[in-house]
């Protein structure tokens, strides 16, 4: 492809051949979790399309969980969870008026199901980040913001204790849509420290390998924070600036189980 050619080439196709082009070489074996993908001046020359167009590429992996950048070190296949297409999701949610109903019907649908397999499945080292999550939430109880990110942690940690890939992706698109909605409205909740301790019992349950109590519990919190929710009042219609989902750590708020 010739430079000519290359910078009249629209940059959202240019970057789609930068996401194919990884995603084949992981396909085939040649690129591995934890592995170091080719300079961007390699891919350039690879692939014949500009370098802003490799960072457009390579960012997109990011934004889905495919890929993750280390200032001076690269750029590597991610280890992590993986994280499914939560902006298009949102978009349906704001066309289609996803209802807190459905909401909670669908946390209770998946987060019960995951408590169950995480009290049968978790490693210690599951146990200690769900135990981090619980004291983050009783650190947090004075501030309702940092609160609401200590609790979607708490459900992302017993996620990951499941072991299945699938429905920790899943429970981390939820959660990421349930934040939008609720960092809204966290500052109506009041008994946050009760909250806290409704997690911790589903922490001990999930510890102690008891899995029809970690069951019953997580059912449990999510019928009771709906109820309190819908006590609150409607959801709040307002417009407000866009936040990005808080990453496995950071803060929020609630009531004795309104998360």
């Known amino acids: 492809m010739s430079i000519d050619t290359q910078n009249r080439e629209p940059n959202g196709r240019a970057a789609q051949t930068v996401v194919l082009h990884v995603r084949r070489m992981i396909d085939a074996g040649k690129l591995k979790i934890g592995e170091r993908l080719p300079p961007e001046r390699e891919l350039v020359r690879e692939l014949g399309v500009s370098r802003t167009s ?79 999550a619980v004291s983050f939430m009783f650190s947090s109880v004075d501030d309702s913001q940092t609160f609401l990110v200590s609790d979607i942690r708490f459900h992302r940690a017993v996620a990951d204790a499941s072991r299945n890939k699938i429905l920790a992706s899943l429970v981390e698109t939820v959660s990421a849509l ?11 909740q009041v008994d946050l420290k009760g909250s806290a301790g409704i997690h911790f019992g589903i922490y001990q349950a999930i510890r102690d390998k008891k899995r029809p109590l970690a069951e019953r519990l997580m059912s449990e919190h999510l019928l009771v924070a709906e109820r309190d929710q819908l006590l609150e009042g409607p959801d709040d219609g307002e417009e407000s600036e866009p936040v990005g989902v808080p990453s496995t750590s950071d803060p929020s708020s609630s009531d004795s189980s309104s998360y």
């Open 54 to 132: 490799v960072r457009a590429g390579l960012q997109a992996l990011a934004g889905k969980g495919v890929l993750k950048t280390r200032r001076g070190a690269g750029t590597f296949v991610a280890d992590g969870r993986p994280v499914l297409d939560t902006d298009a999701l949102s978009v349906l949610a704001t066309l289609h008026g996803f209802s807190r109903a459905e909401m909670f019907e669908a946390r209770r649908t998946l987060e019960v199901g995951v408590a169950g397999l995480a009290a049968e499945r978790a490693t210690p080292e599951d146990i200690a980040a769900i135990a981090d």
């Open 178 to 188: 349930f934040y939008e909605r609720r960092r809204r409205t966290a500052h109506r």
